[in-house]
């Protein structure tokens, strides 16, 4: 079965700090991808990325960066110089199949809290 | 080009009642995926429909929850007979062709409370 642990429940880090998010997957799928979204106080779920199983390739996004290690089965997600605006919970997720009927397994979140 | 919809955004039922939680796919969309967000709670699947059929339910509680999408309209998430333990975020992605490959937008959720 899928399964999703991103075991930080609740981070806490001062502005301009650099924070990393963790997320370990286990699946038997050969082909998966795998996603981050974000879910700020007002509770919509904001797409940040999608990787597919093939690309190990780490992604950046301006502050954002992203690092897929299949040998451990990890998708760690890293916010630099962190803002007050990055508060919010972050979901990791794994895609069951990549053909109809791609069912989402979601990890429990991760709260983050920046302060100024 | 509108996103996915969802409404009512929230929803307060008193227990026994009825809920029914809409989802309007983006356009050009004609599939569905409802999830739930229980409280401290990553989402977890409830069921994926294609226009007029169901296509998977394996996450839907065996009773008081149905689901339809047909030919014309939004898809509806229906809660018979509500319970405390149904309050919970209720959120829809829909897609073109059901695979994640082709895209997968949420909407905003619609957050039951259940009084």
């Known amino acids: 079965a899928q399964k999703v642990t991103q075991a930080q429940t609740e981070i806490s880090v001062v502005e301009k700090e650099d924070v990393t998010l963790d997320c370990v997957y286990e699946?038997?799928?050969?082909?998966?991808?795998l996603f981050w979204y974000k879910q700020p106080p007002s509770g919509e779920l904001v797409f940040l990325i999608r990787r597919n199983s093939f690309d190990e390739q780490n992604e950046i996004s301006g502050r954002y960066s992203w690092n897929f290690q299949k040998s451990t089965s990890s998708f760690n997600f890293t916010i630099t110089a962190s803002q007050v605006v990055d508060s919010a919970v972050y979901f990791c997720?794994?895609?069951?199949?990549?053909?109809?009927?791609?069912?989402?397994?979601f990890g429990k979140g991760i709260t983050l809290s920046v302060r100024p | 080009n509108a996103g996915v919809m969802q409404n009512p955004r929230h929803l307060v039922r008193r227990r026994g009642q009825e809920a029914r939680l809409r989802c309007s796919p983006m356009?050009?969309?004609?599939?569905v995926y409802w999830y739930r967000q229980l409280p401290e709670e990553g989402l977890k699947f409830m069921v994926y429909l294609q226009k007029e059929n169901i296509i998977d339910e394996s996450g839907m509680p065996k009773e008081r929850f149905s689901a339809e999408f047909p030919k014309e309209g939004p898809s509806i998430l229906r809660i018979q007979q509500v319970v405390r333990g149904d309050s919970a975020a209720y959120f829809c992605?829909?897609?073109?062709?059901?695979?994640?490959?082709?895209?997968?937008?949420f909407g905003s959720g619609t957050r039951l409370t259940v009084v």
């Open positions: 356009k050009g969309h004609s599939h």
């Open positions: 997720a794994l895609s069951e199949g990549t053909g109809a009927n791609s069912k989402l397994t």
């Open positions: 699946t038997r799928d050969t082909t998966y991808y």
């Open positions: 992605a829909s897609s073109p062709e059901g695979s994640v490959l082709y895209g997968y937008t």
